[in-house]
């Protein structure tokens, strides 16, 4: 079973309530995703990782708490899971959540080592991460450690503090995961990278930019490039160039609508260029950049909201020339740059 999907479910917003019994993962959602929980909430969760039924209830919970570890006192009633549980599932996550916890017990790296045979992505990353923290000098897993972190940056990053004991032998991980076959890989790379906010990772992540056409791949690299913008700025815009049917070009174009209204005067620029690639993927940044500031966590890409909303209403008028005035191509980028404005304007 793919639960790919559930680490990353617990972070949607819900206000905390009570677990009851036979409750569904829906319900017991709001608990789980908490950024912080009293002993007894704690003690809740445990519960429902002891007893669901349910293996996607039972894998929520026991990443909720390597999340939130459980105190040292409920070390034994964890450890009588990984010593006599059935469930494959709740076992190794019981082994997980122990480590989590601050033990190192070499004796789990058997259990370990079979789960990082297993087919289920996201097991592999918590358990990659468990297993560097009892064995940091096998260095085999660190792909999966990287995997982590868009699920449990905090516990990716104390894995990989004990795997890499120097920033560039961290960077030196980041940039094998990023040229990795799976794309949820590249994507944790990209992520990751994007974090360090400095100029060497910014070089690694203008490297995926050209390369990378796996959509899922290309949005984490735009974030990631708009948040080092100080590094990657000048080479975002000259990606403006590229042939406008490619992928990279349209990662370029959607880096700098992540850039907010930093980017306005680029793309004012862009929309009049000679080039008709620069003038057409000008035309979709500025329609990314209307739906990047219309979205609910605008205050994450714009320090002020509003006062770049006002700088985007400034390419209205080069728009409208180039809908009116430009190639078929050129008109269906523009309108649609046109149409994002007009609704971020409602």
């Known amino acids: 079973m793919n639960k790919y999907f559930l680490p990353i479910i617990l972070t949607c917003s819900f206000a905390a309530l009570p677990l009851q019994a036979g409750q569904s993962l829906e319900q017991a959602l709001p608990l789980l995703q908490q950024k912080q929980r009293t002993p007894a909430q704690t003690q809740q969760v445990l519960q429902l990782f002891r007893t669901a039924k349910d293996p996607n209830t039972v894998f929520a919970a026991g990443a909720s708490l390597v999340r939130i570890p459980p105190a040292r006192t409920q070390e034994p009633a964890l450890m009588n899971l990984v010593l006599r549980s059935q469930d494959p599932l709740r076992q190794t996550f019981a082994a997980v959540i122990i480590t989590a916890m601050g ?56 894995a990989m503090n004990l795997l890499a004991a120097e920033s560039k032998q961290q960077l030196k991980f980041l940039k ?48 990631a490039l708009a948040k ?63 739906g990047v500031l219309n979205t609910p966590d605008a205050f994450t890409y714009t320090s002020d909201r509003q006062f770049d909303i006002h700088l985007l209403k400034s390419l209205i008028a080069p728009l409208s020339a180039l809908a009116s005035n430009g190639s078929e191509e050129e008109k269906t980028f523009a309108q649609n740059a046109l149409r994002q404005l007009e609704s971020l304007m409602e």
């Open 176 to 223: 094998q995961a990023s040229t990795h076959t799976d794309p949820q890989i590249r994507a944790a790379a990209a992520t990751w990278l994007g974090d360090l906010n400095n100029e060497e990772a910014a070089k690694q992540l203008l490297k995926m930019a050209k390369s990378e056409t796996n959509a899922d791949v290309t949005t984490p690299i735009a974030t």
């Open 228 to 290: 080092n913008r100080d590094f990657t700025f000048n080479e975002t815009v000259q990606g403006l160039r590229k042939n406008y049917q490619s992928v990279p070009a349209s990662t370029y174009a959607l880096a700098l609508g992540f850039m907010t209204g930093n980017a306005v005067e680029s793309l004012r620029s862009g929309l009049t260029d000679t080039n008709k690639n620069v003038r057409i993927n000008s035309a979709r940044a500025a329609a990314y950049m209307a």
């Open 103 to 158: 033990a190192t017990y070499e004796e789990f790296a058997p259990l370990f080592e079979q789960a990082l045979t297993g087919k289920d992505p996201v097991l592999r990353a918590y358990v990659a991460a468990a297993y560097a923290i009892i064995q940091p000098k096998n260095l085999s897993y660190t792909h999966e450690v990287v995997r982590l972190y868009i699920l449990d940056n905090a516990f990716a990053q104390r």
